[in-house]
């Protein structure tokens, strides 16, 4: 059993006018196995967590802690957060022109393991990944999401994720522009997942609408840089209906 551990963890961005504070003392604990939705409005600090998390350099650690299974995350180098067990989905992965996607999940398989996979297993492996993402299996020949659509982008993600097998799954605003089509095949792939013994997932999210298909275990709504309430699937249904509105002292 794993353990991702964050005790309140705030966090600032350079800016022109200086430094800003974006998460404000964040506290949130989740087990091996769990999935947890974020739900927030637009700049309440939700990407940040997951950036923070995994090591972006735009965002700095002014305080609090990180641990995974007792280990300081925070001390160790993005690669070291990757191979300790973490995985990020952008909500805008970046184009990688010159690197082929089969190349680049191979690099970082082996990377993450420590030796190459054989290539027997590899290419079935590679195919099978694509093909539950509903992409062609010339996709992997292609650079890495250059000239690729909205949707080709998050599949390809969850494609990473199917191939990759981490701990802990980060997953940024996976659903934004999909369509429906789109969103079912993601959400399948999340949760195919989420069955692997001990998966844990942290899903951040404007809509309820992926929470249609994924069930998350805990629902926290978040606002300005804060988890201003935490509750099961329910809350959800209850944003859903009543939106954000009851927060807005928060956010002030």
Do not use: C
């Amino acid at each position: 059993m794993s353990t991702l551990e964050i005790k309140d963890l705030t966090v600032s961005v350079d800016t022109e006018d200086g430094a800003k504070e974006i998460l404000k003392g964040v506290t949130l604990t989740i087990n091996s196995g769990e999935t947890h939705a974020i739900m927030g409005p637009n700049g309440s600090g939700k990407s940040t967590l997951a950036y923070s998390i995994a090591g972006h350099p735009k965002y700095t650690i002014t305080g609090g802690t990180v641990t995974l299974d007792g280990e300081d995350v925070l001390e160790m180098s993005v690669d070291e957060r990757a191979k300790a067990g973490l995985f990020l989905a952008m909500q805008y992965p970046v184009e990688v022109p010159g690197v082929s996607v089969a190349n680049f999940l191979r690099t970082a398989k082996t990377a993450l393991d420590g030796e190459a996979p054989k290539l027997r297993t590899w290419v079935k492996d590679v195919n099978g990944a694509m093909n539950k993402m509903h992409l062609d299996p010339t996709f992997s020949q292609r650079s890495v999401n250059e000239g690729f659509s909205g949707g080709e982008k998050k599949r390809h993600e969850i494609a990473q994720l199917d191939i990759l097998d981490p701990a802990f799954a980060l997953l940024d605003e996976i659903d934004s522009g999909l369509d429906i089509d789109a969103l079912k095949v993601v959400s399948e792939g999340i949760n195919d997942f989420r069955a692997r013994d001990g998966k844990s997932v942290l899903l951040i999210t404007h809509y309820t609408r992926i929470l249609r298909y994924i069930k998350p275990d805990h629902v926290h709504v978040f606002v300005a840089g804060r988890i201003a309430e935490s509750g099961g699937p329910d809350l959800a249904e209850e944003l859903e209906a009543n939106g954000y509105e009851k927060y807005a002292p928060v956010a002030r």
